[in-house]
T-cell receptor
Framework: GAVVSQHPSWVICKSGTSVKIECRSLDFQATTMFWYRQFPKQSLMLMATSNEGSKATYEQGVEKDKFLINHASLTLSTLTVTSAHPEDSSFYIC????????????????FGPGTRLTVL | KNEVEQSPQNLTAQEGEFITINCSYSVGISALHWLQQHPGGGIVSLFMLSSGKKKHGRLIATINIQEKHSSLHITASHPRDSAVYICAVGYNFGNEKLTFGTGTRLTIIP
């Protein structure tokens, strides 16, 4: 099956620093990647939708200047948490969606293993 | 706005029991996903379906489009099935944004 990786798997940083999280589709090209955030004992919340070569679309309430998303290639999207604060501590998950065709259907998404961010 | 509700929120069962987790949604969808999240956090996609029934090993997923309801069944449950099971729906073909349920925490006791 299709594999999505994330790096790092966990990160601890000081308040005010920036953290970059990478999401890679390893064996397919992802025209669309999604970034989610999950707080303890809560469900996943979509932060933004990232399309290769265009600006990301952010969900209501998500600050685009704080959560910078770059989908530079069909296999890589990055999320940078700028000037991180303790309230940004969360589990960040990406998913990647290949184009339909080749046996794959629309709406198919493959999830990364997640990155746990702790801001001190 | 599409709401996704799962039941039960928590489920504890003995090894070997037949497990059913339910998911209901409020508006028409293009596809429904069942996901598994283990304590470490990583998510595995179990099924994506838009009609009928799918089976993979001991897992079975069904969906009733008219009733806007889906069920995930686990036969011969095992402690390694212990995880959070999440239902998510996509409601726009070609736009794969998902709306997630709050999850069902399943614990299988040996």
């Amino acid at each position: 099956g299709a594999v999505v990786s994330q790096h790092p798997s966990w990160v601890i940083c000081k308040s005010g620093t920036s953290v970059k999280i990478e999401c890679r589709s390893l064996d397919f090209q992802a025209t669309t990647m999604f970034w989610y955030r999950q707080f303890p004992k809560q469900s996943l919340m979509l932060m933004a939708t990232s399309n290769e070569g265009s600006k990301a679309t952010y969900e209501q309430g998500v600050e685009k200047d704080k959560f910078l998303i770059n989908h530079a290639s069909l296999t890589l999207s990055t999320l940078t948490v700028t000037s991180a604060h303790p309230e940004d501590s969360s589990f960040y998950i990406c998913s990647a969606s290949p184009p339909a065709g080749g046996g794959r259907a629309y709406n198919e998404q493959f999830f990364g293993p997640g990155t746990r961010l702790t801001v001190l | 706005k599409n709401e996704v509700e799962q039941s039960p929120q928590n489920l504890t069962a003995q090894e070997g029991e037949f497990i059913t987790i339910n998911c209901s949604y409020s508006v028409g969808i293009s596809a429904l996903h069942w996901l598994q999240q283990h304590p470490g956090g990583g998510i595995v996609s179990l099924f994506m379906l838009s009609s009928g029934k799918k089976k993979h090993g001991r897992l079975i997923a069904t969906i009733n489009i008219q009733e806007k309801h889906s069920s995930l069944h686990i036969t011969a449950s095992h402690p390694r099935d212990s995880a959070v099971y999440i239902c998510a729906v996509g409601y726009n073909f070609g736009n794969e944004k998902l709306t997630f349920g709050t999850g069902t925490r399943l614990t299988i006791i040996p």
